[in-house]
C-alpha cells in the first residue's frame, strides 16, 4: 500500500513538472512576439526624415577669450644706421648732434659746474700767459716745419683715414662693432669741425704767427674780421673727438694709450709748430673730447646712453627692451 502509494505520488510530481515546463515556454515565446512588434513599430518612417538642404547651417564658432596682455601694435620701422648707402641719416646725425651739443651746457647738470667753472676760468687765465710761452720758445722753421707735419698727419689725415678704412674692413668682414665705430667717430669729427668753426670766428683771436704773438681778441674789431683766428684748435679738437669715440667703442689698456697717446702728440705738436697757443690747444682738446663723448653715447649701439629703451621681437611677440649701462 505504501509503495503504491509513493509510486502515484511521483507520476503526479511529473505531470506537474511538465504542465509547467510547457507554460513557461508559451510564455516565453509570447514575450518575444511582443517584443518583436514594438521594434518594428520603433522603426522611423521614411516620410518623415528631414532633407540635409533643411538643415540650418551650423553657428560659428564662438571667439576665443584673450589670454594675457593685449599684444602691442606694431613698432615703427627702425631707423636706418648711417652708411654709405644711406648718406641722407649721416647728415641728419650730424646735424641733430650739433644742435645737442650746441644746447648741451643748457641742459646740463649743476654738477658739471663743479669742473666747467674752473676749466673756464683757467682758459681766461692762460690765455694772458700763454703769449709769453710762445714768444719764449722763438722761432726755428725746421722744428715748426716738423712739428707741423707731425700734428697735420697725426690729427687730420691719420684719424679720417683710420675711420675710412675701418668703415671697408668691417663691411667686408661683417664686423659691426668695426663699423659703428669708424661711422662714429668720422660723425664726431665732422661735429668737432663744424664747432671749431664756429668758435674761431666768433673768438677770432690771432694765431702766434701774427703781429708777434700778442693773441689779441678782435684785434682790428669787426673792420679786420677775421684776423687769422686761432682758437680753439682744429687738429686737438679733430683728434680727441675721434680718440673718444675709438677708446669707448674699444676700452682695452693698449687701445687707449694709442689713440690718446696719438691726440697727446698732435696738441703738443701745435704749439711747438708755433701754430697754435698753449690755451688755443686747451679748448680744442677739451671741447674734442667732450663731442667724441657726446656722439659716443648718444649714437653708439655698444655703449649706449645709461638707460636704453628699445622695442624687439620676441618668440612671444612684440616687447620692450629695458638696458642699464652703468659703464658708459
Known amino acids: 500500500m505504501i509503495g503504491g502509494r509513493a509510486g502515484k505520488e511521483k507520476r503526479e510530481s511529473m505531470l506537474l513538472a511538465r504542465k509547467c515546463g510547457r507554460e513557461l515556454l508559451v510564455m516565453a515565446a509570447a514575450a518575444m512576439l511582443l517584443s518583436g512588434g ?33 599684444q602691442l601694435p606694431p613698432s615703427p620701422q627702425e631707423a636706418r644706421p648711417c652708411r654709405l648707402s644711406s648718406l641722407g641719416v649721416c647728415v641728419k646725425d650730424v646735424v641733430e648732434d650739433e644742435k645737442g651739443i650746441v644746447l648741451s651746457p643748457l641742459r646740463a647738470p649743476a654738477r658739471y659746474l663743479l669742473w666747467a667753472v674752473p ?51 668691417g663691411e667686408k668682414h661683417e664686423d659691426k662693432t668695426l663699423t659703428d665705430t669708424a661711422v662714429l667717430s668720422a660723425e664726431a669729427m665732422a661735429d668737432a669741425t663744424i664747432l671749431d668753426e ?15 704773438a ?21 687738429h686737438a679738437m679733430n683728434v680727441w673727438s675721434f680718440a673718444h669715440v675709438v677708446a669707448g667703442q674699444y676700452n682695452g689698456i693698449a687701445t687707449q694709450s694709442i689713440v690718446y697717446g696719438l691726440a697727446t702728440t698732435v696738441s703738443v705738436s701745435r704749439v711747438l709748430a708755433r701754430q697754435h697757443f698753449p690755451s688755443d690747444v686747451i679748448v680744442g682738446s677739451t671741447l674734442g673730447w667732450l663731442v667724441g663723448g657726446y656722439v659716443l653715447h648718444h649714437r653708439s649701439p655698444e655703449v649706449g646712453t645709461l638707460l636704453d629703451i628699445s622695442a624687439v621681437q620676441t618668440p612671444m611677440g612684440r616687447g620692450v627692451e629695458l638696458r642699464w649701462n652703468p659703464g658708459r
Do not use: C
Not at 521594434?39 to 522611423?44: E, F
Not at 710762445?134 to 691719420?158: A, M, N, W
Open 198 to 212: 664756429g668758435l674761431k670766428y666768433a673768438i677770432d683771436r690771432e694765431g702766434p704767427m701774427v703781429d708777434n
Open 38 to 70: 514594438g521594434l518594428a513599430q520603433t522603426q522611423i518612417d521614411p516620410s518623415t526624415q528631414v532633407s540635409p538642404s533643411s538643415v540650418p547651417p551650423p553657428l560659428p564658432p564662438a571667439p576665443a577669450a584673450q589670454t594675457g596682455s593685449p
Open 119 to 169: 676749466w673756464g676760468v683757467g682758459t681766461v687765465v692762460t690765455t694772458q700767459y700763454d703769449t709769453g710761452m710762445i714768444q719764449d720758445l722763438g722761432v726755428d722753421p725746421t722744428r715748426e716745419d716738423h712739428f707741423d707735419k707731425v700734428s697735420t698727419y697725426g690729427g687730420l689725415y691719420l684719424p679720417w683715414a683710420a675711420a675710412g678704412v675701418g668703415y671697408f674692413v
Open 214 to 234: 700778442q693773441g689779441k681778441l678782435w684785434p682790428k674789431g669787426a673792420s679786420g674780421w677775421p684776423n687769422s683766428p686761432s682758437m680753439p684748435s682744429e
